[in-house]
């Protein structure tokens, strides 16, 4: 699948999980567009609740080890770009996953 017809799903879904309506992208937006924002909205949502993002992160079904290893991650100032990371991998596999069932190939 092209990443670029599942950017507005995977959008939808972040805003969703995150419990957010702050994402504002262009119309022909990319995924380093989605990465950007993402990561702005991890900073402060690990500064003004963390535990909140936290649970964000389990609901939206993120591996804890993964997320352990980043959060003891030496580069403190990367955490962001790393969590981004692993949120938008798992989300795009969750917008991949519905993608299919709908076109009755799962």
Do not use: C, W
């Not at 380093?32 to 649970?55: A, G, P, T």
């Amino acid at each position: 699948m092209e990443n670029e017809k599942l950017i507005f799903p995977l959008t939808e879904r972040i805003m969703k999980d995150l419990q957010t309506s702050e994402f504002n992208l262009p119309i022909h937006a990319n995924l380093e567009m989605v990465k950007e924002q993402l990561i702005n909205k991890i900073r402060e949502m690990m500064v003004s609740d963390f535990d909140r993002f936290m649970n964000n992160l389990y609901r939206m079904d993120i591996s804890e080890g993964k997320v352990i290893d980043v959060m003891n991650s030496k580069d403190k100032h990367l955490v962001p770009s790393f969590l981004a990371d692993l949120i938008i991998e798992r989300q795009m596999q969750r917008v991949k996953t519905r993608l299919l069932y709908k076109e009755g190939k799962l």
